[in-house]
């Protein structure tokens, strides 16, 4: 398990709610990555690059993290486990006409009722999944 650090937890806040006040503000777009992801490769709009330009400082912060991590973040999980969460966190977001991002972080942030009835639902969901998966099966480390 990793250590939590409240200064990471300020650092990673603060960088995901400038990102997303930096786009609504240059650019007039909410910062919902799956809508995101949707419009550049799912229904492909006419102004890709902005899309593809923050989908990959995700993806290079990402990877630039794990460049400089002291252990990987994943230890104990195997990768089919990895990639049937993703699968599932694909179809939920789907199902909630959007992710964490756009409901969470930008939905609470215009009092959306839609975001904080699905904000609840990917958090209780989240922490019973993780139960599940520790403390019934013991799949996690």
């Known amino acids: 398990m990793t250590s939590f650090t409240a200064l990471h937890a300020l650092i990673g806040g603060l960088l ?3 990102s997303a006040v930096l786009l ?4 007039g777009r909410i910062a919902g990555v799956t ?8 229904k492909p709009s ?14 290079g912060g990402c990877a630039l993290y794990g ?3 002291p252990t990987p973040q994943r230890q104990g ?12 966190t694909g179809y939920g977001t789907a199902q909630a006409n959007g992710c964490t991002s756009g409901h969470g972080v930008c939905g609470l942030a215009r009092l959306s009722l ?22 019934l099966l013991g799949l996690a480390p």
Do not use: D, E
């Open 35 to 42: 809508g995101m992801l949707t419009g550049l490769l799912v």
């Open 77 to 88: 999980f195997s990768p089919l486990l990895l990639i049937a969460a993703g699968l599932l």
């Open 114 to 135: 839609r975001s904080l009835v699905a904000t609840a639902t990917f958090l209780g969901l989240a922490i019973a999944t993780t139960f599940v998966l520790r403390h």
């Open 46 to 59: 006419n102004s890709p690059l902005w899309r593809l330009l923050f989908l990959l400082g995700l993806v």
């Open 24 to 27: 609504l503000w240059l650019n």
């Open 16 to 18: 995901i709610g400038s």
């Open 67 to 69: 460049l400089f991590a």
